[in-house]
């Protein structure tokens, strides 16, 4: 294990000016913008009940929930009566094809999320789904489904049958937070947590087209984190997202979250503390920090840990209520960018409660990387009003979009180096629960934001699923 040491010079904890521009806006390049263009029902008695003060059906932390493949749009969720079911849709198009494929929830816990993955290079639909430190239920189509969507019929008979495996794999009995990723050369990966909240580590399997291999963990749980209030010695690593860019390199923005409380200041808290960076060129064998040095390699002795040098790039303790697992996005130069929130020291340097002072007085932060390789941190003016996660993604000019609890959308230029946010749709008429589940490869697609949010409910009484679409500057 490395000693823990901050990025040297890395933070820029003010508002950055106009002078560290983004490097690919031109006097030309339309600021953001959102027209609003359709929304579309997926469900109208859709699964409700509220737990971790989230939705099973959109947390944000799903990945991908939402897709777009090859001119048609893709969504998963469960049913009023637990079943999982796949939908599809004409890119565009006003109604949605279901398919139910034969799982049902089995508990009200909002971690079992169901996620979706294209396997480029056999043209089939990957779900995984149902786990929170437990078993996963695995479901994959029939090759060739997403090569040939109009020609191929969509229905069950295009599904295998669920299994508790990858296809006879066996990963883990402690599984959570499924996010599965697009290789550039066609591969289909999957990222995932081993263990449990405070004491897991994050992992990767990968599937070429034939079978699935087990790639390994590639963090630590282990090594001692000392606060001023007191020390940890395990933890898990909470992902704010896991993206390759237009380059193929994979990048992960995180927090760690401590299993021990005795370093917060109030019980009420979390213990989330500190952003932190790392990057694979080597399709997440090896994991480097900022700087380049090597800091895990996955399935080996040397994973990415909690001591190492150089992964910190905004730092905080675990006072202030940092989110986990929000957002992350590239720009067209492979730059990485990501969405924080947590409760400015300005309101105070000790959250008490965990809830409460996050929807009173939670901020979200603009964190980026330069041109010049340094890192810009700008708050967002747009008050959470909510203890629930935002979404990032950036157009083809590279301004950048927030998606907040609720639908409402702020937005920033990448010719103002991305100081001047504003709010570009309220959310009005959404009627949206909290969070919503971003569709991250549309954008690029058509120029469309698409996203999935569930309508305002109140115990188990179910209620309308939608998409809606935002044009954005093309």
């Known amino acids: 294990m490395r000693r823990r040491t901050l990025l040297t010079g890395a933070v820029l904890s003010a508002v950055a000016g106009p002078a560290l521009g983004s490097g690919t806006a031109r006097a030309a390049d339309p600021g953001p913008s959102v027209t609003r263009i359709g929304t579309t029902t997926l469900d109208s008695q859709a699964l409700f009940f509220v737990s971790y003060d989230g939705l099973v059906n959109n947390n944000a932390f799903q990945k991908n929930g939402l897709l777009t493949y090859k001119g048609y749009q893709y969504a998963v969720w469960y049913t009023a009566d637990r079943n999982a079911v796949v939908g599809r849709r004409v890119l565009g198009a006003g109604t949605w094809s279901t398919v139910k494929v034969g799982h049902t929830l089995r508990y009200d816990d909002s971690h079992n999320v169901i996620s979706m993955g294209v396997s480029k290079t056999d043209g089939r639909l990957h779900l995984n789904m149902d786990s929170h430190s437990d078993g996963f239920t695995y479901v994959k189509s029939v090759a060739g489904l997403m090569d040939n969507p109009g020609g191929l019929s969509w229905d069950a008979s295009r599904f295998g049958a669920p299994q508790s495996t990858l296809d006879g794999l066996t990963l883990t009995s402690q599984f959570t937070y499924p996010q599965f990723i697009s290789t550039p050369d066609g591969k289909l990966q999957l990222s995932y947590r081993a263990g449990i909240s405070g004491n897991g580590r994050n992992a990767l399997a990968e ?268």
Not at 298 to 304: I, L, N, P, R
Not at 431 to 436: C, L, M, Y
Request: some cysteine; charged content about 20%.
């Open 207 to 474: 599937y070429d087209g034939t079978k699935w291999t087990a790639l390994g963990e590639w963090t630590s749980s282990t090594g001692t984190y000392t606060s001023e209030h007191g020390s940890s010695t395990a933890r898990n690593m909470y992902l704010h997202g896991i993206d390759y860019d237009r380059n193929g390199r994979l990048h992960a923005f995180f927090t760690w979250r401590e299993q021990n409380g005795a370093v917060m200041c109030s019980s009420g808290g979390i213990t989330n503390h500190d952003t932190g960076y790392v990057y694979s060129d080597d399709r997440g064998r090896t994991w480097r920090n900022n700087a380049g040095t090597v800091v895990g390699v996955t399935g080996g002795s040397d994973k990415v840990s909690v001591t190492d040098g150089g992964l910190v790039v905004d730092p905080l303790n675990p006072d202030h209520s940092l989110m986990n697992q929000e957002s992350q996005f590239t720009d067209s130069a492979g730059r990485p960018h990501a969405i924080i929130s947590y409760v400015p020291g300005r309101f105070g340097q000790c959250t008490t409660n965990y809830v409460a002072d996050r929807t009173a007085n939670g901020r979200a932060f603009h964190v980026r990387r330069t041109a010049a390789g340094t890192w810009q941190k700008t708050e967002i003016p747009v008050p959470l009003n909510s203890s629930q996660r935002t979404k990032l993604v950036l157009d083809r000019y590279d301004n950048a979009y927030a998606i907040f609890p609720f639908g409402r959308i702020a937005g920033a230029s990448a010719a103002s180096a991305y100081t001047d946010w504003k709010l570009l749709f309220d959310g009005s008429g959404l009627n949206a629960f909290g969070e919503v589940v971003i569709d991250e490869t549309r954008v690029a697609q058509d120029g469309v934001l698409s996203f999935l949010y569930q309508e305002k409910s109140s115990g188990t009484t179910p209620s309308a699923l939608h998409v809606v679409d935002f044009r954005l500057p093309s």
